[in-house]
């Protein structure tokens, strides 16, 4: 008797919508306090999921989503770093 494996479900912090762990790319903040995207999804540290789209982020950055997730301030500047980060993804697929 074979079981069906559950797929793991995450919520995107801009559109607020639960999307498979597969399609979503993860924000992640390091021990070491740093702020990445992970596209493996198997980093060490707490993360925060985002649609593979930059009107997402757009929406995350304005909800404070991806603060709130983290749970710290994120600076201007890895925001704009994301953003590039995301857009040559966006280009590849």
Do not use: F, W
Request: charged content about 40%.
């Amino acid at each position: 008797m074979k079981t069906k494996n559950k797929i793991p479900m995450r919520q995107c912090t801009g559109c607020r919508e639960m999307k498979s762990k597969k399609e979503m790319i993860r924000v992640l903040k390091t021990p070491e306090d740093e702020i990445v995207l992970d596209t493996t999804g198997r980093k060490n540290g707490r993360g925060a999921y985002v649609c593979p789209s930059i009107e997402c982020l757009d929406k995350a950055i304005r909800n404070h989503g991806i603060e709130r997730s983290l749970k710290t301030s994120v600076p201007e500047e890895v925001y704009e770093d994301l953003k590039k980060e995301l857009s040559k993804i966006e280009k590849q697929q």
